[in-house]
């Protein structure tokens, strides 16, 4: 192997509020000699999710803090240049989480090998990756079925939209909020959602009221806060909360308090289960094999927002705390 130069981007601070530009540095790194058993990959597309906001915290979390300094990570689409490993041979097309990086050198078992005759090959990011695979098992995790009506927070976002067309698929009622009418257009128009709100025209409370009177059995998660107080209130007897997510608190610099409704909780008997993708990762093969079908038979779609060039990473990442995103936000390497 010649020398291999990478660009990666790394933490050069921790955040207070939303992040900014000066958290992140773009530094350059000269790749070892290529191990035995080990694989060269160049990164295509790469993610960025709002999860890792948390880890830009000094903070014990489910995952430990990025370290200031240090090339951060996250999911990847990459190619396979050269292989000392039987597994793979170059030109195969691999997952990873050793995003925010142009090349990497890894183990064969911290790839996971997808097909190339896919495209574009981001779906792996995107409905056909982790972030499919939080929605999917979303649903799995409370059994949300046909006769459901979801609300779903965040409905634009990356998660949110596969998961209201995969309650779609499931014979769901599926209701979405998002924060424009652009979004509220693309839930209806493109995403089959079954009726969506722009959450800045009114609250929460007041339009779930308006547009499902007679209340929802499910409540998908992604953004917490206002939202999940107007679901608490919203939900039937009975009902369920997915929690996904609470992107509407990751930058406060002081816990918000919680809902103010949450006697909710005993008065409805209600069910509230927290999400991790990763305690699915036993089930992978079964997602893809369900929800491959649906996008190759056009039944899903996988909407993106694509910026190009790895310098390019942090303005994405901090684009998704200013809704500059509709789906999933990517970035393509060049």
């Known amino acids: 192997m010649t020398d291999v130069i990478s660009y990666e981007i790394r933490l050069a601070s921790r955040p207070n509020g939303i992040p900014t530009k000066d958290n992140f540095a773009i530094a350059q790194t000269k790749l070892e000699p290529l191990p035995d058993q080990e ?17 830009m915290n000094d903070s014990k979390s489910y995952v430990a803090p990025f370290a200031i300094g240090k090339v951060l990570e996250g999911g990847a689409v990459g190619e396979v240049v050269e292989s000392h490993a ?10 990873s989480n050793f995003g925010w990086r142009e090349y990497f050198i890894a183990n064969p078992k911290e790839l996971h090998p997808v097909s190339r005759e896919i495209e574009p090959l981001s779906v792996y990011l995107g409905a056909l990756g982790m972030t499919g695979m939080t929605a999917w098992a979303g ?14 927070s965040g409905a634009a976002g990356a998660v949110g939209s596969v998961a209201g067309q995969l309650a ?7 209701i979405g909020s998002a924060g424009s009418k652009e979004k509220v257009r693309f839930l209806i128009d493109e ?31 992604n953004v917490g806060g206002e939202m999940l107080e107007a679901a608490l209130s919203t939900l039937r007897v009975h009902g369920r909360i997915i929690a996904c997510g609470g992107i509407s608190g990751y930058n406060n ?42 996008f190759s038979s056009g039944k899903l779609k996988n909407k993106e927002t694509v910026v190009v060039g790895i310098d390019q990473a942090p303005n994405a990442f901090i684009g998704l705390f200013t809704g500059n995103n509709i789906g999933k936000m990517v970035v393509r390497l060049d």
């Open 191 to 221: 995403c089959g959602f079954d009726l969506a709100f722009d959450y800045k025209e009114s609250s929460a409370m007041e339009q779930l009221s308006r547009l499902v009177p007679d209340g929802i059995d499910v409540y998908f998660d």
């Open 168 to 174: 779609k698929l499931r014979g769901c009622k599926v």
């Open 39 to 55: 694989v060269l990959v160049r990164n295509l597309y790469m993610s960025v999710d709002p999860y890792m906001r948390g880890r």
């Open 253 to 294: 610099q002081k816990p918000q308090p919680g809902p103010s409704n949450l006697f909710n909780m005993i008065g409805k008997r209600l069910t509230m289960k927290g999400l991790l993708v990763r305690d699915w990762l036993d089930r992978q093969s079964e997602f893809e094999q369900e929800v491959s079908g649906y």
């Open 86 to 95: 039987s597994e793979f041979k170059p030109g195969d097309v691999v997952t």
């Open 139 to 152: 649903l799995n995790l409370v059994e949300v079925k046909a006769s459901d009506v979801i609300y779903i």
